[in-house]
C-alpha cells in the first residue's frame, strides 16, 4: 500500500542533499525507483509501497509520479515539494524544489535512510539521461515502453526473479512477502 508520507521523505531527503534544494523530475524519480529497489534486495520490503511501472524513460513509481503531476492527493507533498513543469523553450526542464524541510526521521528507519545516502552517494553526479540509461538495464523494465509511450505495470515477482536474479521460487516467495505485509499495512 502506498504510503505518501514516506515517499516525501524519500524525495525530501533527496532534495536537501542537491544543490539549491532542486532536481530534474526524472532524477528525482530514478533515484527514488533505485532506492525502493535496493530496499527490496536488501530487506525484502518497500520504502513507500509505491507500484513499479514501465515508462518510456525506465521505471517509475507510479502513484510519485502522480504526486509529481499534481494528480495525487497528499497534503504533506503538497506541503514540502513542489514540482515545476516545463515552461517551454530557454526554461528548466520539468523538476522538484524543497519547499519546506522536513524531519526525515520521522517516517523512515535508520536503515532506510542510511540506504538513501548510499544512493545519492553513488549517483548524485549522474545526469539525468545517465540515470534513464541505468535504468534502462534493469531487466524488468519493458523496453516496448520506450516505443509505444506506453506503461506497463512491473511485478514484484519480476523484480526479484530478472532484475535481483533470484529463482522464480524464491522470488514469488519474497514478493509474496511483501505483498502480505503491504496489505498489513492498510
Given at each position: 500500500?502506498f504510503r505518501?508520507d ?5 524525495a525530501v ?7 539549491n ?5 526524472l ?6 525507483v533505485?532506492a ?13 509501497g509505491a507500484?513499479?511501472?514501465s ?8 502513484e510519485?509520479l502522480?504526486l509529481?503531476q499534481g494528480q495525487?492527493d497528499?497534503?504533506?507533498w503538497?506541503?514540502?515539494?513542489k514540482c515545476?513543469p516545463?515552461g517551454?523553450?530557454?526554461t ?5 524544489i524543497?519547499?519546506?524541510?522536513l ?5 523512515l ?11 545519492w552517494g553513488?549517483y ?7 540515470l534513464v ?8 523494465w519493458d523496453?516496448s515502453?520506450a516505443?509505444t509511450?506506453?506503461?506497463s ?6 523484480i526479484f526473479?530478472?532484475g535481483?536474479?533470484q529463482s522464480p521460487?524464491?522470488a ?6 511483501i ?6 499495512s492498510?
Amino acid at each position: 500500500m502506498f504510503r505518501p508520507d514516506n515517499a516525501t521523505a524519500m524525495a525530501v531527503y533527496f532534495l536537501m542533499c542537491a544543490p539549491n534544494h532542486a532536481l530534474d523530475d526524472l532524477v528525482l524519480m530514478k533515484l527514488m525507483v533505485i532506492a525502493e529497489r535496493r530496499c527490496m534486495a536488501e530487506t525484502t520490503s518497500l520504502i513507500s509501497g509505491a507500484t513499479f511501472v514501465s515508462m518510456q524513460n525506465g521505471p517509475v513509481l507510479s502513484e510519485v509520479l502522480d504526486l509529481m503531476q499534481g494528480q495525487g492527493d497528499s497534503p504533506t507533498w503538497s506541503r514540502h515539494i513542489k514540482c515545476v513543469p516545463h515552461g517551454g523553450h530557454g526554461t528548466a526542464s520539468n523538476h522538484c524544489i524543497l519547499r519546506e524541510g522536513l524531519d526525515v526521521e520521522e517516517y523512515l528507519s535508520d536503515f532506510e535512510i542510511e540506504l538513501l545516502a548510499s544512493v545519492w552517494g553513488e549517483y548524485k553526479k549522474k545526469s539525468k539521461w545517465d540515470l534513464v540509461e541505468i535504468t534502462h538495464t534493469f531487466p524488468e523494465w519493458d523496453e516496448s515502453s520506450a516505443e509505444t509511450k506506453s506503461s506497463s505495470p512491473i511485478s514484484l515477482k519480476s523484480i526479484f526473479e530478472l532484475g535481483l536474479h533470484q529463482s522464480p521460487d524464491v522470488a514469488q516467495e519474497r514478493a509474496n512477502e511483501i505483498e502480505y505485509f503491504e496489505a498489513l499495512s492498510d
